[in-house]
């Protein structure tokens, strides 16, 4: 952290960490947790990023400047209380305020910020991490998304996804491709200004090509049209990943940097990468291996911001296991799609950059493009042509003369499967550990799905402990569908239901 600060006031005691990022130059002398107009005010601990600070500021009569999402949320906290989250409609966050008295704790509704909960002796504890808690107490549960919580515990709802559509829009496919095009760009220039040292991944799949494409269009406004924005790739030995982010970093002239590793490298990184995901999951682990590695190059370069194309396949419907299912069906799926962000992938991307003291930003997490695509029939976005369904549709044609052709056209991988490391690390524990050694620990553990879980599994509990009992354990397992996938072989398959293994559930007693 650039800055941190703790505060004990009253009943309550706050403490905040700020990345260098997340601060205006000016900024290094402010004390945190922030307070409002009067320093015996209520103060705030807040995570997270607005689409839409400047309408607010104006609607509000507030003044722009620093800590401007902090000041929006205090004064909407003073004036409307719990009601202030039905104005905060472009938004991802975890944040706490309190007076010292009356506390109020709130997670955005699709749990793309991270936050956690518990309790010991009549004290509420929440925080960003779990590890923190478990230096206090057991008692670890997951803050819902979509609620809040107030000083005596009881969680609320204050927004979900809507279960039913809603009528869908009727328009020429050209006129939504436009429009597609203008609310990214519109999320991306809500969310950066570059004056922050700021890179782009680039793993050479759509979403992630959109971004980096938009993005240097920003940069060279800002810099000139010879500037060239960083873009960050990674492989395991010669990847898909790394082709086609050549092709699409030529495309856009930027200043691009492999990282090619091998397995030892991603072996040697594990420890690391489960302490700070907090999770063993075999599917989010060896994405997020590959994660972890490139945003630490990029920090080594001196980024401090970085762009990344995650949610692309959730706004738009692109994973592949949704063209098993009728158009009917979509809307259904998709927000259950939606809702799987909190657990896999939005956690990755979280931790993995934070964890290198990057601050992270997707522009396709937007409030705007998600709302416009509720609205947009199935049809747009899982297409059939030829008797092949077309997955992202309506997304690859709004960019189709943007980007290269093989980009715009290429199919849906996830980032473990392009990078290389969704097929060396399976294969690995398969050869390292014996079928007795997995049938012994299953019968202890009955979560365990794989040899490569069991590994990260062993791992995981180094980090955290293990306090549930045997009972409790085949409890937890009897909520687990779909056989022995993980999240992301779930949705793969088509398994729907979302894997109920919270690791709050493994390490709370």
């Known amino acids: 952290p650039d ?32 307070a409002g107009d009067s320093i015996s005010g209520p103060r705030i601990c807040y995570d997270g990023q607005m689409g839409n600070t400047h309408d607010i500021l104006g609607a509000k009569g507030l003044a722009a400047g620093p800590f401007a999402e902090e000041r929006i949320l205090l004064h909407l906290y003073e004036n409307k209380g719990p009601a202030m989250f039905s104005e905060i409609t472009d938004a991802v966050f975890a944040v706490v305020i309190s007076d010292g008295e009356n506390l109020l704790a709130a997670r955005d509704l699709l749990g793309i910020k991270t936050l956690f909960y518990g309790w010991k002796e009549g004290t509420l504890y929440l925080s960003s991490e779990l590890k923190s808690l478990l230096a206090v107490t057991n008692d670890v549960n997951e803050f819902p998304p979509g609620h809040y919580m107030d000083g005596t515990g009881k969680l609320n709802r204050f927004a979900e996804l809507p279960p039913k559509a809603a009528q869908f829009l009727e328009a020429d496919p050209q006129e939504v491709a436009a429009e597609i095009r ?8 809500s969310r950066i200004d570059f004056s922050h040292p700021t890179g782009s991944l680039l793993s050479g799949g759509i979403d992630s090509s959109v971004i980096a494409c938009l993005a240097t269009e920003l940069y060279r406004e800002k810099f000139g049209p010879d500037a060239r924005l960083k873009t960050f790739a990674l492989g395991v030995g010669e990847s898909r990943d790394l082709k086609n982010a050549r092709i699409m970093a030529d495309h856009i002239g930027s200043e691009h940097c492999e990282v090619i590793v091998d397995l030892n490298d991603l072996l040697d990184k594990l420890p690391e990468v489960i302490y700070h995901l907090e999770s063993f999951d075999p599917s989010l682990v060896r994405s997020s291996v590959a994660n972890f590695i490139i945003s630490g190059r990029a920090r080594a370069q001196g980024i401090e911001i970085l762009l990344s194309g995650e949610g ?6 692109g994973y592949t296991y949704l063209k098993q299912f009728p158009p009917e069906e979509m809307h259904a799926r998709q927000m259950e799609c939606i ?39 199935p049809g747009y976005k899982q297409r059939e042509e030829n008797g092949e369904k077309i997955e992202k549709w309506i997304f690859r044609k709004a ?18 499967q392009g990078s290389g490391s969704a097929d060396v690390l399976p294969r690995y524990f398969e050869e ?3 079928d007795g050694e997995l049938a012994e620990a299953q019968a202890r553990y009955p979560m365990i799905r794989s040899k490569e879980e069991l590994h990260y599994f062993k791992i995981f509990t180094s980090h955290f402990g293990l306090q549930v009992s045997g009972e409790e354990l085949k409890k937890i397992t009897s909520r687990i569908c779909c056989g022995t996938w993980s ?7 088509g398994c729907t239901s979302p894997l109920t293994v919270p690791v709050s559930s493994v390490i709370g007693a």
């Not at 939005?346 to 409030?367: E, K, Q, T, Y």
């Not at 960019?399 to 473990?416: C, G, H, L, T, Y």
Request: aromatic fraction near 8%; proline fraction near 6%; include cysteine.
């Open 399 to 416: 960019f189709e003369d943007v980007i290269p052709n093989e980009i715009a056209w290429r199919p849906k991988q996830e980032f473990s």
């Open 432 to 434: 390292q550990i014996t």
């Open 487 to 493: 999240t992301g072989d779930r949705m793969r398959k």
């Open 312 to 317: 692309g396949d959730e706004v738009f419907c």
């Open 339 to 377: 809702g799987f962000l909190h657990n896999n992938a939005s956690l990755r991307l979280d931790r993995m950059n934070h964890c290198n003291s990057l601050r992270v930003v997707a522009p396709l997490i937007s409030g705007e493009l998600l709302n416009y695509s509720i609205s947009l029939p």
């Open 3 to 34: 800055i941190s600060g703790t505060v004990r006031f009253g009943r309550t005691c706050m403490a905040q960490n700020y990345l260098k990022a997340d601060l205006p130059p000016d900024a290094r002398d402010v004390s945190v947790p922030l």
């Open 182 to 189: 203008n609310i990214i760009r519109r999320s991306l220039r």
